[in-house]
């Protein structure tokens, strides 16, 4: 079964706020995590990623927490666009090669102008 | 970045045939493949990895006679959904890794199969 999981399925928030989304994984040997976009009727886009060895990592208008203790990632999107919407899930890989991806079940993100 | 195509990027089909699904990776050589299923409204679910050279390794639950990976070079993994049923109708994308020993995957933009 699924390792990594999301706390809520939906989100809606209005265009211009900060936008905070939850996963929660399972597997203590998964050492990094991946947030992924994607758009009705197409493949995942890369976010932005974070190894293990770090509890943030900064990227344009987003940021990853990972807080290992409790095994806990989290993506924020600074004020949220339209253009966000979509849905967005979490993965994990353990670092072992040719481990594919784990995917969460994903939180749709709805941005309202 | 690194560009992962798929063709078709839509196909229907009757039941009982066959679909052939092709992944690319365009600009970079991928000694690692993924083949994923993906339901609506659901998370993506991995079906198989698949290496150059050698022989797929299937997920649990993965027919490997229905669902036949190939890849031949380090630019080109097929699926074909053999015996097609409406039940395989679905959002199948693969994923390319850039290296062996890396984490990085690049995803295709997916294919959707309907089965009539």
């Known amino acids: 079964g699924e390792s990594v999981g999301l706390h809520l399925p939906t989100l809606s928030v209005q265009e211009g706020d900060n936008s905070i989304i939850n996963c929660a994984y399972s597997?203590?040997?998964?050492?990094?995590f991946i947030w992924y976009k994607q758009e009705s009727g197409k493949g995942p886009q890369f976010i932005i990623d974070?190894?293990?060895?770090?509890d943030k990592r900064q990227g344009q208008r987003v940021t990853v927490l990972l807080n290992k203790t409790v095994k806990h990632l989290s993506l924020q999107i600074a004020a949220t666009q339209p253009g966000d919407s979509a849905v967005y899930f979490c993965a994990e890989n353990t670092n072992q090669a040719g481990t594919a991806l784990i995917f969460g079940k994903g939180t749709t993100l709805s941005v309202s102008s | 970045g690194a560009v992962v195509s798929q063709h078709p990027s839509r196909v229907i089909c009757k039941s009982g045939t066959s679909v052939k699904i092709e992944c690319r990776s365009l600009d970079f050589q991928a000694t690692t493949m993924f083949w994923y299923r993906q339901f609506p409204k659901q998370s993506l679910m991995l079906m198989a990895t698949s290496n150059e050279g050698s022989k797929a390794t299937y997920e649990q639950g993965v027919e490997k006679d229905k669902f036949l990976i190939n890849h031949a070079s380090l630019t080109l993994s097929t699926l074909t959904v053999t015996s097609a049923h409406p039940e395989d109708s679905s959002f199948y994308i693969c994923s390319a890794r850039l290296a062996a020993g890396t984490d990085t995957q690049y995803f295709g933009p997916g294919t959707r199969l309907t089965v009539l």
């Open positions: 974070i190894r293990s060895n770090m």
């Open positions: 597997n203590s040997a998964s050492d990094y």
